[in-house]
């Protein structure tokens, strides 16, 4: 064949191919039935879809048969749409009664706490660091600090902090430890919900070294009562009853198709999101108690399932597995625990496409948190562009999102994963009026801006699926080297020299 003429049917291959797939994304995804999706996950009967629920066990049945019913098969192992596992819930105690210096304090949270009556002299140790412990001997004495570090002390600081702080304190030997926050009432409540109860996986390993009596609450105060704290003696008691512990049973939900390509089949490509959320919660000021999480995460379990529609219709080159996590509210459990127990070997899923949000507000946009760090973002851009919206990184890098979502627990051991979301340009007022809040229904969503954002999320998924060199993380990314030990590149390069 002659070359100009060998390129122009290249060329035209590859426009058929490409008007294939847009054709095949636009085809499946129907605006009516991710209504009908989101309006069921977004139920008040469904009560927030908390973890180990039986409504999130209804949820899982909705979402296994959906599943079903769209020619994806359970895990050939077992038979079965679930991977099921045991959590442990604590819930707060019954009773907590602070004081320091004589003063009640009334907003507290338990963090760790055994039922106990203490009072006694305590040491205040500015922020908790390393360097506030030198000189100080806390031994058998209980410690006050700030909460957060000495560069913020807004909710995400004051939480992304107490681990580290519970184990220094533990290391020099203190019986317990009150951090005194400065939080607005909104976050306070909001932080409050969360901490209410603590879910874990049982047989994990402690990484928090905690132990079972040591006692570690959080007061929300004032700055001008907090810096009295530098020149007082300070006296403290705390009553509480102790928290009580629950055995909760819990699901993720997993599908599984077989690729068309003899060697790709070999390759998979995740498509994920959490189908978990805060279940009930404090009332807002129109009374509603139920956190529905239509948002967060009911649009991304509804972007799973088109993707399932799809290549259940219309099978990919690779291996398609599609997970919906549990958990992922109390610390990313559900990914957690699959990567501990992978149903499928994790050298095989070369891509996680996952989809998580806390909503929108720009709808000419795809954000993808991730986007610009892995080899798959040509299709990415390509399938949101076809569907006229502009595919752009994370817009707020100072929120850490990355990190916050289950496409991290896969991440970590080296699979490229970025997480999709519905189009934001700043985390601001727009997105926290109804992240975690009683007012994120489904009637409250653009669906006409959801049918274009499943469109492209679809088209982007097959668009990786099908492309015959494989996805991989950006040259000197955080978690290159680790994707290199799981896919064994190292070996192969050493093996070359």
Not at 354 to 377: E, F, H, P, S
Not at 410 to 438: L, M, R, W
Not at 450 to 478: C, H, M
Request: charged share 25%; with cysteine; net charge negative.
């Amino acid at each position: 064949m002659k070359p100009l003429l060998l390129l122009v049917t290249l060329c035209c291959t590859t426009l058929v191919i490409a008007q294939t797939d847009l054709e095949k994304a636009a085809m499946t995804v129907d605006k009516n039935e991710i209504e009908g999706h989101i309006y069921f996950l977004a139920d008040d009967a469904l009560k927030g879809r908390a973890t180990g629920t039986n409504e999130l066990k209804i949820t899982a049945s909705y979402l296994a048969n959906s599943l079903r019913s769209y020619g994806v098969k359970p895990h050939p192992a077992t038979n079965s749409y679930y991977q099921t596992f045991n959590l442990l819930q604590t819930a707060a105690p019954n009773l907590l009664k602070t004081t320091i210096n004589g003063e009640d304090h009334p907003h507290s949270i338990a963090v760790e706490a055994k039922a106990v009556a203490l009072s006694g002299e305590a040491e205040y140790l500015g922020f908790g660091t390393e360097n506030d412990y030198k000189g100080k001997n806390v031994k058998g004495k209980l410690i006050i600090v700030n909460g957060g570090t000495p560069e913020s002390s807004d909710a995400r600081a004051v939480y992304g902090a107490h681990k580290a702080k519970q184990q220094l304190a533990i290391k020099n030997g203190a019986i317990g430890m009150i951090e005194m926050t400065l939080l607005e009432e909104d976050w306070w409540s909001r932080i409050s919900h969360f901490m209410g109860e603590n879910v874990k996986i049982p047989d994990a390993t402690d990484t928090e070294g905690s132990k079972n009596d040591f006692i570690h609450l959080w007061v929300n105060t004032t700055a001008e009562k907090l810096s009295a704290f530098n020149a007082s003696k300070l006296s403290y008691s705390i009553e509480n009853d102790g928290k009580k512990e629950k055995t909760l049973v819990t699901q993720n939900v997993v599908g599984v198709l077989e690729g068309t390509d003899p060697k790709l089949k070999d390759e998979y490509v995740m498509y994920s999101a959490h189908y978990d959320h805060v279940g009930i919660g404090k009332p807002d000021t129109a009374g509603d108690s139920i956190y529905n999480g239509a948002r967060d995460n009911a649009i991304g379990t509804t972007a799973v399932l088109s993707m399932a529609k799809n290549i259940g219709k219309y099978p990919t080159k690779r291996s398609a597995v599609f997970i919906f996590f549990t958990g992922e509210e109390k610390g990313l459990l559900g990914s957690r625990y699959y990567v501990e127990h992978p149903l499928f070997p994790l050298k095989q899923i070369v891509y996680g496409f996952n989809t998580d949000g806390g909503g929108y507000n720009n709808t000419k946009l795809a954000t993808v948190i991730g986007l610009n760090r892995t080899t798959a973002k040509k299709h990415i851009v390509a399938g949101a562009a076809a569907f006229g919206l502009e595919a752009i990184d994370d817009p707020a890098p100072e929120q850490g999102l990355f990190d916050r979502s289950d496409n991290v627990s896969f991440a970590k051991v080296g699979i490229p994963a970025p997480t999709y979301s519905t189009g934001f340009d700043a985390f601001d007022d727009e997105i926290n009026k109804y992240y975690h809040q009683a007012g994120d229904e489904a009637d409250s969503l653009d669906y006409d801006y959801l049918l274009k954002f499943y469109q492209g999320y679809v088209l982007s998924g097959r668009l990786i699926a099908n492309d015959p060199e494989t996805p991989f993380w950006v040259k000197d990314d955080k978690y290159e080297a680790a994707a290199n030990v799981l896919y064994g590149k190292v070996l192969e390069a050493s093996i070359k020299n």
